[in-house]
């Protein structure tokens, strides 16, 4: 498995679906650009995913598509289903994520996301 396959592995199927590895993928001087509003380093991107999970019951995230990447830039799209108040929910979203000159994690975040 690549290192990029990994990474994004761990993005999507470690960290939204709730395990504290935000430290562990994420340079100190991350930021993530949401519709709205910007997070900045790891605590802040873990705390905009607890808070995510906070607003449904039984939510998981799953990889549809990639990732692709592209010089230091990485894609791919994903789903996430859960429980709303008003019943079941799924959502899917679009990723580009910047790699550190490390290669090993990720220092930028950019995503677009829609309700199914």
Not at 21 to 45: K, S, Y
Not at 72 to 99: K, Y
């Amino acid at each position: 498995m690549s290192t990029v396959r990994a990474l994004y592995d761990r993005w999507i199927i470690e960290l939204w679906n709730g395990a504290p590895v935000a430290p562990e993928i994420v340079t100190d001087d991350f930021v993530g650009h949401w519709p709205g509003r910007e997070v900045c380093g790891p605590q802040e991107l873990a705390q905009m995913v607890e808070q995510t999970r906070n607003m449904f019951s039984d939510l998981s995230f799953a990889i549809e598509l990639g990732p692709l990447r592209d010089g230091d830039l990485v894609a791919g799209r994903w789903v996430g289903t859960g429980l709303g108040p008003d019943g079941p929910v799924s959502f899917t979203g679009n990723d580009i994520l910047r790699l550190a000159a490390d290669g090993q994690r990720f220092a930028e975040y950019w995503t677009g996301t829609s309700a199914g």
